[in-house]
């Protein structure tokens, strides 16, 4: 019997015990299993390798596992037709198609479950219990030998029912046992007086316990201040409590605001639109029912935020279309769309032009596929004309890249000037964010290019993350369009440098109010050190307003900071993030003659006296014998309030100790705020318990197995699918 017929018949079977018609449920399960029965192992085996899995699966012979072809709905009809029998009343039967459950498959806990179920609906205790703790033992045995992978769900729910059938017996043994030993003489009167007390009990409990229906009986009125605090979900578990809290929750249309459809099918999803259908309507059909009728409504149903992504890819891209046509007339703030097939030129097909749903749209986040040779981005976001805050993220490519950026830059550009580009003019934030083991381009790179029609002038947020620059970009004189920008994030892009990004800020005046700043770069490349020229005075118009420095990764040196700082107003410097930088070197100079013997590399430190927090993660260069060095700087930072030192092996809990000593003797013995010593297993966890104890730091912590800032997501952006 194939697959599919088998799916028929179990889909058909599920029908029939959902509308409680158990006779045709029984038999259709029956029948499936007597035609499973009669499949030779052949057809199985085959059957079962096209699903993944493996070719057999095992059960207990003489208390020995033994090899068995078992077809992989076999057991799932078993337990649905012992369920059926269940329901029946036959608990017999049904006790014995758990018994063959088991026969089958002895290291599959659904057997074990069902029969323990019936068991103790039989009154059968003692046998339920033995059940269970069988059921476990051949758990274990299954994950330590057979390398067999058990639901938690399932082990956690056999566990307490054997805790609480033993704990059930035991109270009963006790019990009985008190009964035996003891004989009890009740005096008649007494008696009489503690029932008559009981039930003077019993009557001022329920009088206490009767309250209020808050739904049924308030005021409608009060019903959205009530429940605005319920999340969507919350509130669909409430209108199934009565017809009555259903119609008046319903009523206030405004509650629903936040869905959250997540892997859903596209079943599912039909029902989210006949349910956003009925709320949108039904503030006008029950109008009636409300005390006062001279309450306006809007007609148009806000939704504040609503996140979508499909579970099957098959039913992607239909369940787009359907989302976009039958959202048009709607109104929403955030949309969050993730597609794992559907690319934004098929995203740009879909979209209804001019509706009321793409045109409200303030918030747009897109986790997609990158389509090379059909983009369709401009198409797509000109229907958008209110967005504020932009996020494309793209963890795929459908097509390989083959043309060069210049070519799909004219190309792009033709079609921009022939459409709408207002989007981009009320434009906050804009992220580009790429998997790059996956993606080898700069996606919509020609709407950055100086010649691109589109207007930023109210972009203050820009993020490009895992792209890669071609000969085009480069030089980073696209962002010569960007001079409102107040927060630069450009992290692991390939060919990426910062030197040719201090060349750019060299040259020209490219920021008017830059505040904060992160570059990572991708590799190691050479060494990077600040000019201080004559030339260079452009350094301090582009940083003057500087306030948060991330050069975590980066190929600058301990003497190029220091020049760079004197560019730098460090009395509003908060924040610098130095981690993983090779070639900045925390140690002192071997000549006795050089400037407080401390090296050139460190003195950057001498600038930054209102520096409040400092990361120095993964650096290669902070040792024990170093840290003495780093002490002696940190007496130039008076007023820092957290330390990241995560990810440095070589450093030991002494030095770190010796370190937060320090700086709480520099900040006027005020414990230090923060301290981050991740994955550093060299620090015991007696000294971090000192330090605890004796409140040298307020907030601490230490992770030894947390993973490194180098893999993505961990230390910066996420994907958020």
């Known amino acids: 019997m194939s697959g599919s017929a088998v799916d028929r018949a179990l889909e058909l079977g599920t029908k029939y015990f959902k509308i409680q018609d158990y006779k045709n449920a029984r038999n259709v399960f029956s029948k499936t299993v007597k035609l499973i029965q009669s499949c030779n192992d052949e057809d199985t085996v085959k059957f079962r390798e096209s699903l993944g899995l493996t070719s057999h699966t095992f059960t207990s ?251 099957l890819p098959s039913e992607e891209k239909k369940m787009l279309n359907m989302f976009f046509m039958n959202l048009q007339n709607y109104s929403t703030d955030k949309l969050i769309v993730s597609t794992v097939q559907a690319s934004i030129y098929e995203l740009s097909k879909y979209v209804i032009p001019d509706d009321t749903f793409c045109r409200g749209v303030k918030d747009l986040s897109i986790i997609t596929m990158l389509r090379a040779d059909k983009p369709g981005d401009v198409e797509f976001l000109s229907n958008f004309q209110s967005l504020n805050n932009l996020e494309l993220i793209f963890n795929g490519s459908l097509v390989p890249v083959t043309s060069s950026f210049n070519s799909n830059s004219n190309l792009t550009n033709s079609r921009i000037l022939s459409l709408n580009p207002a989007w981009s003019s009320n434009l906050r934030s804009l992220r580009i964010i790429c998997d790059q083991n996956r993606v080898k381009s700069f996606p919509m790179v020609s709407f950055l290019l100086a010649n691109s029609p589109l207007n930023w002038s109210s972009l203050n947020k820009l993020c490009i993350s895992g792209v890669t620059f071609d000969d085009t970009v480069i030089d980073f004189r696209w962002l010569l369009q960007f001079q409102n920008v107040e927060d630069l994030w450009l992290e692991n892009n390939r060919n990426g440098r910062f030197a040719s990004f201090l060349k750019l800020l060299k040259e020209n005046h490219v920021f008017k109010n830059l505040r904060s700043l992160t570059f990572r770069e991708d590799i190691n490349n050479g060494r990077c050190d600040v000019d201080v020229t004559d030339s260079s005075s452009m350094y301090k118009k582009n940083f003057q307003n500087i306030n948060i420095l991330d050069l975590m990764n980066t190929c600058i040196s301990g003497s190029g900071l220091y020049n760079l700082t004197s560019f730098i107003d460090t009395d ?129 912590e230490c992770v030894y197995e947390r993973e490194s800032w180098e893999r993505f997501g961990v230390n910066s952006f996420k994907y958020r699918i």
Request: charged letters at 25%; aromatic letters at 10%.
């Open 61 to 311: 012979s003489n208390g020995k596992p033994k090899k068995i072809v078992v077809h992989p709905r076999y057991i799932k009809l078993l337990d649905n037709l012992s369920a059926t029998w269940e329901k029946m009343n036959e608990l017999s039967k049904a006790l014995k198609v758990a018994d063959k459950m088991i026969e089958k498959e002895s290291y599959n806990l659904k057997g074990y479950i069902r029969r323990g179920i019936l068991l103790q609906k039989l009154g059968k205790e003692d046998d339920a219990y033995k059940n269970y703790k069988m059921a476990l033992k051949m758990a274990n045995y299954g994950h330590d030998s057979l390398k067999m992978d058990y639901s938690p769900k399932f082990l956690e729910f056999v566990q307490n029912k054997k805790r609480s059938i033993k704990e059930n017996m035991m109270k009963l043994k006790r019990e009985k046992s008190n009964l035996e030993r003891k004989r009890v003489i009740i005096d008649p009167i007494e008696e009489h007086k503690q029932i008559k007390k009981s039930k003077v009990i019993q009557v001022s409990e329920v009088e206490e316990n009767v309250g209020i229906d808050f739904i049924n009986d308030l005021p409608m009125e009060l019903l959205p201040y009530i429940l605005s605090g319920f999340k969507t979900s919350e509130l669909f578990r409430l209108m199934t409590v009565s017809k009555a809290w259903c119609k008046r929750i319903r009523f206030w249309s405004v509650l629903f605001n936040v869905f959250n459809l997540r892997r859903v099918t596209y079943k599912e999803f039909s029902q989210f639109i006949i349910f956003i259908q009925k709320i949108s309507s039904s503030r006008y059909s029950s109008i009636k029912d409300l005390t006062n009728p001279d309450i306006q409504y809007d007609n148009k149903h806000f939704i504040k935020s609503i996140t979508l992504s499909s579970r």
């Open 572 to 700: 509003i410097l908060q924040k610098l993030n130095i981690g993983f930088c090779s070639y900045i070197g925390f140690s002192k100079q071997s000549h006795i003659n050089d400037l407080n013997n401390i090296s050139t590399e460190m003195r950057f430190f001498e600038r930054m006296k209102n520096l409040k927090e400092l990361d120095i993660q993964q650096m290669g260069s902070l040792t024990d014998n170093s840290v003495s060095a780093l002490i002696e700087q940190i007496w130039y930072l008076n007023n820092l309030t957290k330390l990241d030192l995560s990810f440095n092996q070589s450093i030991g809990g002494s030095s770190v100790f010796d370190l937060v000593r320090a700086i709480i003797k520099n900040n006027g013995n005020k414990p230090l705020h923060s301290l981050m010593l991740n994955g550093c297993p060299s620090v015991s966890h007696v000294t971090v318990n000192m330090m605890r104890s004796k409140k040298l730091v307020t907030n601490m």
